[in-house]
Structures are given as C-alpha cells and as structure tokens.
C-alpha cells in the first residue's frame, strides 16, 4: 500500500477513535488548528510526562518553569523574531494560492528522491536474489543523474537562502519549472517575506493597548528567567531549565496533519554550560536525545541526524533528530548550540547584567546555551505512525484483516482492559470489582465485549475479592515490572 494511502488511514484512525478532532469540526473546522480527543489527551499527556521525568527528574542539574505566554514586546525584539522570523512567500496568480517557496523547492528536491527509489524497486523486482543495491545506486547512469540534479539543486537553495536571495529563490522555482499543484501553471509572483507571529492588543482602552505577541516559541520565557532559576536555586553551571507550553506561529502553508500547525505545544530544555565546552556538551546531548527516542522500540534504522547547512543567526552549531513517516524523513527534534546570543541580547536590551559567577575560575561571564526542543504535536504524531499496523487476518480465501496500535506501554492511553469473557453469573460485576482496585494504578478500562486471550475476571471467579490475600499489595510490588515490559502475563500470575 502506497505510503500516502498509510497516512490518510492513520489521520481518519484518530478522529474515528477519539485521538484528534478538527477543531470548530460543526462549523467545518478551523486550518491547521485541531483538538485532542479522550484517548489524545491520555496520549498526549504520557508523552509530556514521560519527557519531563527522563529530562527533570533524573537529571539533578535541570529544573522545570512554566512561563507565561503574554511577554514584554522589546523580547522578541531582542530574540530577533521582529525583524527575521520571517518565510520566504510566493502566490501563483492563476490560482491565488499562497505557498513557501523553500517548501516548494524541497518538494521538487523529494521528486528527485523518488525517481531515485523508483528506480532502485524496479531494478530489485528484476534482478531478484541477486540485485546489489549499493553497485546499483553507485554504476546506474541514470541514477547518477538524478543525484547530481538533486545536489546541484540543493547547493543552490541554501545559496540563495543563506543570503536571502529573493529573487534568485524564485529564479530556482522558475528554472525548475516548478508548477502550482492546484493551476498547473509557472505563473508565479516575486517573492516576499512573511512574519509568522500573531500579534494582539494588552490594555483597557483602545487608545492605551499596547501591542503584544503570543510567544512563537518557549525558549525566551527561560532566557528572561535565567537569573531568577539560578539565584534562587542556587544553580551550578552546568544546569538547565526545562518548560513545556503552547507556541503560536501563523503558518501560510500548514499540512500534514499535526505535524504543521498554527498552535502546538513544545518540550524545550535550555543547557547553560562554560564558553568555549559549548560544542562538546552540544556533541553529548546529541547522542543522549537520540538514545531517548530509540529507546522507544520503534527501530533505530528509521532516525537518522540530519546537520543544519543554514544555520541560525544565533547558533554555530544545529541538528534535527529525523523520523521515518510516512511521508518521508521529517524533524521531530532540534539541537541547537545556541552560544551566549540570547542571554547578551536580553542583557543588551533590558539594561540588566545578565551573567554568571563562576567560583572556580573566579570571574563572570555570560554563559553559553545547548538546546533541545521537540514538538509535541510531532511527536505525537510519530507515535502514532510508528504504531499504526494493519494486520492480515485472511484465512481459507477469506479476506480479513484488522488495524492494531502498538504503541509503547509507557505511552498507552489504557494499561489494562479488563474483560469478562462471558456476560452472566455476575462476571461483568466481578470485572469492575477488579478495575476498581486497579484503576488506581493505571489507566484501567472496562468492557463487557466476549473477547478470547486477555485478562478476564474468571481467574479470580469463585473468590471474593476482599478475601484475596495481599491481592493488591502484590499488584503494587510488581508494578514496575508490569509498565517496564508491558505484559498481561506477569498481572495474571498476580491475579493467580
């Protein structure tokens, strides 16, 4: 099944099965704005919880905030967003249509890349056993042509992008014969950029409202209240803080479902470290962050790093953590040497000496800054890719088949279901009995479905449940073996 046909399913899997709505959905909903329905949100939530506990919990030297959305305007003049959180824009006349034009760039870049695995399918059903993939891609002629057009074409974007090269950005769109997906034409406008904050009003009147910003990122709200988390938790360089919250960037073209949207939620952890150790902690976190996802079980062949050409103003030193989708390698997690930019612009703009005593060099100085930051929303919908299985359920000429989520049991909205296997004798009362006693523990659901092979209250049928000895003193021993391998068998030897 192509890929694309994998996606739709999974996209209509969450709305049919209580993970995310369109958001306004009876008013036919709102672009690139959704919501997170019962088993979401339970989701959603053991994402950020499992996040916070391996980053703030078992780290001594991070700390948690949790910063408001609503900050002083001069921030985001200091952080540089006023005047460069901008995306290159370009509309087709024809269609009226609104588009990136790096996105549209990227997307011809991608066309190389599947004429390229098309190849290479085509040549393995042929040669059969004895296809030799890598001889292939290196002696196929026409294979080495689309690689060259493919590099050429990528070493001129990020020219043309680095130096914020409009016009030759749509020269590129031009060259390429690039079309609009919905008019089919080249008809295209200049170039332009576009700010992606929303921008508000604060105050009583309309004469006195100052205007403001909904924060497009959550690192600043850390920056501002570096001295405050130091000074009061008497922090050591090394530390970090960490915040989980809302960001808010308004997206021109915002698709593929959760993955681009106008309102989303980030993890973001801030590193100060010594100047000058900046790119060593750069190198550990790196390695520490990639760990944290493969320890995730969904195979370390579909991460990969992928190292920023065009870095930030800020950074001298970028990756992304990339995720197999089914739409291809996307980013689910930057890494960023930030170096001592945000602190000295806050400290430059506020007038407030923004810096740090170290004892044992016996001076002061500004320090530098490791960044993680992964969005929630992607990284939920990763998840969900990772997990999303449609199994092959045919048997005898006939066609079945059956969609199962495997998802990790860290991360499960439901631990356990209990399920009485048949509906009488008061075995559907003995089955909520159990849930009671364990729904303290997990996300516990109950159902009266007959369903063969899981947990059922007749291991325990005949006994009253209060007569059990240490029943649930043994479920509370046992725990966390039961999350950490996310077995039925080890609660029914409890249970027996």
């Keep these: 099944m192509a890929q694309e046909d994998v996606f739709k399913k999974l996209v209509a899997h969450c709305k049919e099965y209580g993970f995310v709505f369109p958001s306004s959905d009876i008013y036919d909903g709102l672009g690139a704005v959704y919501d997170y329905g019962q088993n979401g949100v339970e989701l959603k939530n053991n994402i950020k919880r499992y996040w916070w506990e391996s980053m703030v919990r078992l780290h001594e030297n991070i700390v948690g905030i949790d910063s408001a959305i609503f900050m002083h305007p001069t921030i985001w003049k200091a952080s540089g967003h006023v005047d460069a959180f901008n995306d290159p824009l370009i509309d087709n006349k024809d269609s009226k249509k609104r588009y990136r034009a790096d996105v549209l760039i990227e997307d011809q870049i991608a066309k190389y890349d599947e004429k390229i695995e098309k190849d290479v399918e085509k040549a393995r059903k042929r040669f059969g056993e004895k296809f030799d993939e890598a001889l292939f891609r290196e002696t196929n002629p026409q294979i080495q042509e689309h690689i060259r057009k493919r590099e050429a074409l990528h070493e001129r974007m990020s020219n043309a992008l680095n130096a914020n090269d409009l016009n030759e950005v749509r020269q590129i769109i031009l060259d390429e014969k690039i079309v609009c997906p919905i008019s089919g034409t080249c008809n295209w406008t200049e170039v332009r950029q576009f700010n992606l904050m929303f921008a508000t009003e604060m ?112 950074a001298n030193a970028a990756t992304d953590i990339e995720f197999k989708f089914p739409f291809g390698f996307k980013e689910v997690e930057g890494i960023h040497s930030r170096t001592d930019f945000d602190l000295s612009q806050h400290q430059q703009y506020s007038g407030k000496k923004i810096q740090y005593f170290d004892t044992e060099l016996n001076e002061s100085y500004v320090p530098y800054v490791i960044e993680t930051s992964i969005g929630v929303d992607r990284m939920f919908l990763q998840i969900m890719s990772a997990a999303y299985c449609e199994e092959d359920l045919s048997k005898d000429g006939k066609q079945d088949s059956r969609v199962v989520l495997r998802l990790p049991a860290a991360l499960a909205p439901v631990k356990m279901a209990i399920m009485p296997l048949v509906k009488k004798d008061g075995l559907p009362e003995k089955a909520q009995e159990i849930m009671n006693l364990l729904k303290e523990l997990w996300a516990t659901g109950c159902t009266k479905k007959v369903t063969e092979g899981v947990l059922g209250a007749e291991f325990i049928w005949g006994e009253d449940l209060n007569k059990i000895p240490g029943l649930a003193e043994a479920v509370k021993a046992n725990l966390d073996s039961i999350l950490e391998k996310g077995m039925l068998e080890t609660v029914k030897d409890i249970l027996l």
């Design 203 to 314: 105050g009583s009147t309309a004469e006195g409202a100052s205007k403001i910003y909904l924060r497009p990122e959550t690192a600043q709200g850390i920056f501002v209240n570096f001295l405050n988390v130091q000074k009061t938790g008497r922090m050591k360089v090394p530390f970090g803080i960490a915040q989980i919250g809302k960001a808010f960037r308004n997206e021109i073209v915002a698709r593929q479902f959760i993955f681009r949207m106008r309102e989303f939620e980030q993890m973001e952890m801030q590193f100060f470290v010594r100047p000058g150790s900046e790119l060593e902690w750069f190198k550990k976190w790196k390695t520490t962050r990639m760990r944290w996802h493969q320890l995730l079980g969904f195979g370390e062949e579909n991460y990969r790093f992928h190292d920023h050409e065009k870095l930030a103003h800020y």
